[in-house]
């Protein structure tokens, strides 16, 4: 029997708390670099506080002074204070943090950037803050992975979806949703009709750049996956059994050296990976990646990237605007020096000669 309306909001509601207030998931909230020092989100210590802190550390453990105030600054996914889901920090040094708010009964993705001394990033989405449904996806995020053109990869799990569903979207690097990956703008797993829904758990970036994400589809014979996203249309390259006791949530996918890995957890990630949905994945920040164009517009099994004409860069010539002629410029005006030589020689040579005392002869 279907239930009223205002008892499926309700459900719905509590379904989506229930969804944020899991706890385990492979998303870090730490990063940590090569000689020790460490990017944080954690909990407010202080008394009666609610909310979240971004902190910055040095390799002795101690907050650095140059970070935020003292070492650290608020950190607000919510008017709720939901907590934080996964921290990145990109080559640039800027610290990205993924979470969800829920507005209507549902969860909105967020996600929010800071610059590298604590502050707010204003170049991203609306005070450095961007809240969306992609697609018209409820979507809890699970983890986030920068790109080297700036933008970012999302995934997660749309929670208006029966069964639920694992999904990945793109921001561009000016926090616009990118319509051009996916299906308008969102990747998902397509079900099988075997499974009882799917989530997408952390994403990972190879030796090359390349990215991947893992995958726990749950049901009888739930599995946990790897699709890698390499240019071509996105690929499942490893499968293996879920486990009857795991739900899959803290799934993490690794680069090995050679292939795509599976474990658990969520330790802490390393700053800087060079993640590109290009296959010339290290094309410097600001360079927006083109790939092939979508082939089928429905749910999964299909390439995300979608292809745009590019003519080729006009070639400069010194550090003049490669849109002038100045190589015919440069011609005319050897041309005419040139011509103003030869006169001046001329005219040298046709001058009277003068002498001491006398006019000219």
């Not at 800071?114 to 707010?120: A, I, M, R, T, Y």
């Not at 639920?164 to 051009?180: E, I, N, P, W, Y």
């Not at 890698?228 to 795991?246: A, I, N, T, Y």
Request: overall charge negative.
């Amino acid at each position: 029997m279907a239930l009223p309306c205002s008892v499926h909001r309700v459900a719905t509601a509590v379904a989506a708390v229930a969804l944020l207030a899991a706890s385990a998931h492979a998303g870090s909230l730490k990063v940590r670099d090569a000689d020790g020092s460490q990017w944080r989100a954690v909990e407010d210590p202080a008394d009666d506080a609610q909310g979240y802190l971004l902190q910055r550390l040095g390799a002795d453990g101690r907050p650095d002074a140059r970070f935020g105030h003292g070492g650290s600054r608020p950190l607000s996914i919510s008017a709720t204070n939901d907590a934080p889901t996964s921290l990145r920090v990109d080559a640039r040094a800027r610290i990205w943090v993924a979470g969800a708010s829920i507005a209507g009964g549902q969860p909105q993705a967020v996600v929010e950037r800071f610059l590298p001394d604590g502050s707010v990033d204003l170049q991203w989405g609306v005070q450095g803050r961007v809240q969306l449904s992609p697609g018209g996806l409820a979507i809890k995020p699970n983890d986030l992975l920068p790109l080297v053109d700036g933008s970012v990869l999302v995934a997660g799990v749309a929670a208006n979806l029966e069964p639920s569903r694992a999904v990945v979207f793109h921001l561009k690097a000016d926090g616009q949703l990118d319509t051009r990956f996916g299906a308008g703008g969102t990747w998902q797993r397509a079900g099988d009709g075997a499974d009882d829904g799917s989530t997408a758990t952390s994403l990972g970036a190879g030796g090359t750049g390349a990215v991947a994400v893992a995958v726990a589809a749950r049901g009888d014979k739930g599995s946990a996956e790897v699709w890698s996203f390499d240019g071509e249309p996105p690929r499942r390259v490893l499968r293996q059994p879920l486990g009857e006791s795991s739900d899959g949530e803290d799934l993490r996918v690794d680069w090995a050296g050679e292939r795509w890995i599976l474990g658990t957890g969520a330790g802490p990630t390393v700053p800087g990976l060079r993640a590109s949905l290009d296959e010339h994945a290290g094309a410097p920040d600001g360079v927006v990646a083109v790939a092939s164009a979508p082939s089928d517009p429905g749910q999964g099994g299909f390439s995300p990237f979608a292809a745009e004409p590019t003519s080729p860069a006009p070639e400069a010539i010194g550090t003049f605007d490669a849109g002038w002629p100045w190589g015919a410029i440069a011609i005319a005006a050897g041309l005419c020096c040139a011509f103003i030589g030869a006169r001046v020689a001329r005219g040298r040579a046709t001058r009277p000669v003068l002498r001491a005392g006398k006019g000219p002869r």
